[in-house]
């Protein structure tokens, strides 16, 4: 299947501080990929929509201006965490759509802990 | 919001097929059924997904009933390995995952 990969895979930063975290499809171009967030012991929760050259779609309940992502090109998007508190810390996803083959594939996930 | 109801926990003995139920009663016509596993602190797996018909690959084999209302993912021979928490999700394709609360299958020696 198609590989997806984030960058870091886990970071530790100060409570105020601003994170970025990177996520790319390695062996396909994806016109889509997705942000999700989970939190210990519980499910995924989709928080954005990421289109190459477009704005991205926020999920309701998920500040726009907090979580600014990126996808620049069709390998990949960015998302950063802006001012980042303690309760941002959680465990954090993305996925690539692969539309030839009706997928998404998932990176292996970047661990935030704000300090 | 998900669409999909699952057993929040399973145990199946290895070797023995695993047999996974989940019901999506409101999926619509041309909503695929997708499921996937995510072993801890790990991003989520793909296993196989289908739209009408029977699906089976290296991993695992997919049952969707012919009204579409409920699907059974199947392993036919459990090994350790697949212990982890299995998400069954209905998505138009290319659309975005509304994860719900999956099942947690535990496979024992």
């Known amino acids: 299947g198609a590989v997806v990969s984030q960058h870091p895979s886990w970071v530790i930063c100060k409570s105020g501080t601003s994170v970025k975290i990177e996520c790319r499809s390695l062996d396909f171009q994806a016109t889509t990929m997705f942000w999700y967030r989970q939190f210990p012991k519980q499910s995924l929760m989709l928080m954005a929509t990421?289109?190459?050259?477009?704005?991205?779609?926020?999920e309701q309940g998920v500040e726009k201006d907090k979580f600014l992502i990126n996808h620049a090109s069709l390998t990949l998007s960015t998302l950063t965490v802006t001012s980042a508190h303690p309760e941002d810390s959680s465990f954090y996803i993305c996925?690539?759509?692969?539309?030839?083959?009706?997928?998404?594939?998932f990176g292996p996930g970047t661990r935030l802990l704000v300090l | 919001d998900a669409k999909t109801t699952q057993p929040p926990s399973m145990d199946c003995a290895e070797g023995r097929a695993a047999n996974l139920p989940c019901n999506h009663s409101t999926i619509s016509g041309n909503e695929y059924v997708y499921w996937y596993r995510q072993i801890h602190s790990q991003g989520p797996q793909y296993i196989i997904h289908g739209l009408k018909n029977n699906e089976t690959n290296e991993m695992a084999s997919l049952i969707i009933t012919e009204d579409r209302k409920s699907s059974t993912l199947i392993l036919p021979h459990a090994t350790l390995r697949d212990t982890a928490v299995y998400y069954c999700i209905v998505s138009f394709t290319g659309n975005q995952f509304y994860f719900g609360t999956g099942t947690s299958l535990t496979v024992i020696p």
């Open positions: 996925s690539a759509a692969l539309a030839a083959e009706e997928t998404q594939y």
């Open positions: 990421s289109n190459e050259g477009s704005k991205a779609t926020y």
